[in-house]
């Protein structure tokens, strides 16, 4: 469990305190129905400012290759009344890039605006700073994405330019424990 504005280990579940009534785990193959219906619960302006397209669904082969260990670590965030039902999925990746990783996140419509996003970031950077390998955390959004954009500024994160209508944002680097 982690409270909100500390940077703790992040364990493979947990359960953020009230007011968000949801469990993160970590994100299994079994878990793809569940992600395309978030997807497709999501609004056009939520999937586009997440992927900078209209994406609908993921394929089987990607979701298999976005949740497999050696990609790094994607999380499913469901209600704790209802796990069979994604609000959000989180997925920090390694990159091609020795040492940096990507974070990215989509969450449903009617929970976004209640402080998930932030707490889910907390919770990806906090692996990140757990992870020997990551030395960088970066993340790509639609320049549009106002949530993501406030918690960069929340976090005191320089924003850059966008490029092409994309934010390309290096996070600060993760703090060992």
Request: proline residues 10%; positive net charge; contains cysteine.
């Amino acid at each position: 469990m982690f409270t909100p504005g500390t940077i703790t280990p992040a364990p493979p579940e947990h359960t953020p305190p009230a007011p968000h009534p949801f469990t993160t785990r970590r994100a299994r193959l079994e878990d793809l129905d569940r992600v395309n219906a978030l997807h497709r619960r999501c609004s056009l302006e939520s999937r586009y400012a997440r992927y900078a397209t209209a994406r609908r669904e993921l394929k089987a082969t990607e979701f298999a290759r976005l949740v497999h260990p050696a990609a790094g670590t994607s999380w499913l965030t469901t209600p704790q009344d209802d796990p069979d039902t994604a609000v959000a999925v989180t997925h920090l990746l390694k990159t091609r890039t020795a040492g940096t990783f990507e974070l990215a996140i989509l969450i449903g419509d009617p929970w976004q605006g209640r402080g998930l996003g932030s707490e889910l970031t907390a919770h990806a950077l906090a692996a990140a700073a757990d992870d020997p390998d990551c030395r960088t955390v970066t993340a790509l959004f639609g320049a549009g994405n106002r949530r993501a954009l406030a918690i960069l500024r929340r976090r005191r994160i320089p924003v850059p330019a966008a490029r092409a209508g994309l934010i390309d944002v290096v996070l600060p680097p993760p703090e060992r424990s």
